[in-house]
């Protein structure tokens, strides 16, 4: 059965914070043609340039995965691009009036909401899938992930992560269809080590942050000191942490929502490489870096096949412009 590219029915906005810069911003989804894929429109420069979401844009992936052209930049894509393939949309520019796209609540939820509300567009051009045919696979030992990808008639996910702390060892999460992702994936919230965010917090380099936006595990004994000086960070009458070793910011949604966040961050990166995917991903604790990297090597892998095919299924006549 032929499929058809997808955008959304009306404009739909979701405001909110940028997590490593602190702006304040709104982000727009519009609808958009067949074949326009998925592009970012920094709307609050003059020039309004346009960045395509593709991996050969990705310049930074330290704190988020970051896409830039001629200087420009768009910061923390993951969630936005895993809430778009979730649903199934390929077509839609994004106006952005800021420089990274709205942290909320750690999760891809809002997003998704906002798209649903939206409405899903069914558009008159099949949609193009990128189907494996053979595993792919990427070892990184000395920062320790793998990743690889084989052929399936469908688009699924299994995670591994292992961080080897007695609060946050080995988990492992898996998505059987992108059916699954909007409930048992889009919830899932970001998290940090308490180690982790002292660091950037004492180096600025987390602005828009707060403790309702990330699940902060503590992996070593802290004082009621610490707890107090977190508390007014964070603007909270008290902190402490729980049994499970986790600061009483939240509840966790699922017990294994680490793990399902890091899937959620596979599914958005790995769309960065422009076409709907048809495979089995595996990953071992992923992260951006691995995430990109890899969809490099799938999109450099299966580029040239692709147009190698599309030249050869135009007639003769065709391609001597007749």
Known sequence: MTEYQCTIKKPVSVSGTGLHTGQQGTLTFKPAPTGH????????????????????????????????????????IEHVMASLTGLGI???????????????????????EALTEAGIQVQDKPREYL?????????????????????????????????????LNVQNASMGSLGDFAVQIAPCRTFVFLHE????????LIKGGDLSNAIVFVNRKVSQEELDRLAELFNKPKVKVKEEGILNNLELHFPNEPARHKLLDVVGDLSLVGMRIKGHVKAYRPGHYA?????KIIFNQYFNQINHEKRTAIRPAERAGL
């Open 90 to 112: 390929d077509n839609v520019l994004i106006e952005l009036d800021m420089e990274e796209t709205p942290i909320r609540d750690g999760s891809a939820r809002y997003f998704v």
């Open 37 to 76: 894929g998925v592009v970012f429109c920094r709307v609050d420069k003059p020039e309004k340039p346009l960045i395509k979401a593709h991996v050969s844009n990705v310049v930074d992936t330290s704190r988020g995965t970051t896409i830039g052209v001629n200087g420009t930049r768009v910061y923390t």
């Open 291 to 295: 995430n990109t990297e890899f969809a």
């Open 197 to 204: 965010l002292e660091y950037l917090l004492g180096n600025n």
């Open 131 to 167: 189907i494996i045919d053979e595993e792919l696979r990427i070892d990184n030992d000395e920062k320790g992930f793998w990743l690889s990808i084989s052929p399936a008639g469908d688009y699924s996910v299994d995670v591994t992560i292992d961080y080897g702390t007695q609060v």
